[in-house]
T-cell receptor
């Protein structure tokens, strides 16, 4: 069964500190991984995806197939990064699995 | 280019009733997925429609059904409502063909079953 686990429901960091949001997955094949973000009073939107190997708003995520993880990292957190973050995966693109989300608060 | 819209914003139904939720996809998108998001949980995949046919389904009973129309708008129908169906329902549109395709989410419909 496909599962996405985000172990931290809440995470607080100080502005300027590094931040890491954890995501572990279980899937027997080769999934595609994503991070979606929801800012206050906005709709869910894509932050980044593994296939693009991109850095968005200073965030990066590395897929570790050995540890089946896709942790989201940023070296210096900003106040505007405060939001709800969801890790998600798809197999063939027609079924998607989301984690339960991590609420990030960046303390000024 | 217009974004994904959903209607209604909120509604309240009684257990046992039926409900229809509507979604208008982003311009140019040919695929729509529906999700159920209970309070404090992540979105749970219900199903996906492509070319007016169900293209993938999550672990939801048959009383959850959908339609996609030629203009790529979509409906989610839920029969015999149960209290546990109370949730935020999200639709998301995308372009099929690349499993890494971005999904564009609507604002959601908040359903309360009493």
């Amino acid at each position: 069964a496909q599962r996405v686990t985000q172990p931290e429901k809440l995470l607080s960091v100080f502005k300027g500190a590094p931040v890491e949001l954890k995501c572990n997955y279980s899937y027997s094949g080769s999934p595609e991984l994503f991070w979606y973000v929801q800012y206050s009073r906005q709709r869910l939107q894509l932050l980044l995806r593994h296939i693009s190997r991109e850095s968005i708003k200073g965030f990066t995520a590395d897929l570790n197939k050995g540890e089946t993880s896709f942790h989201l990292k940023k070296p210096f957190a900003q106040e505007e990064d405060s939001a709800m973050y969801y890790c998600a995966l798809t197999n063939t693109g027609n079924q998607f699995y989301f984690g339960t989300g991590t609420s990030l608060t960046v303390i000024p | 280019e217009t974004g994904v819209t959903q209607s209604p914003t909120h509604l309240i139904k009684t257990r046992g009733q039926q409900v229809t939720l509507r979604c208008s996809s982003q311009s140019g998108h040919n695929t729509v997925s529906w999700y159920q998001q209970a309070l404090g949980q992540g979105p749970q995949f219900i199903f996906q429609y492509y070319r007016e046919e169900e293209n993938g389904r999550g672990n939801f009973p048959p009383r959850f059904s959908g339609l996609q129309f030629p203009n790529y708008s979509s409906e989610l129908n839920v029969n015999a409502l149960e209290l546990d169906d109370s949730a935020l329902y999200l639709c998301a549109s995308s372009l099929i063909g690349d499993r890494g395709s971005e999904q564009y989410f609507g604002p959601g419909t908040r359903l309360t079953v009493t």
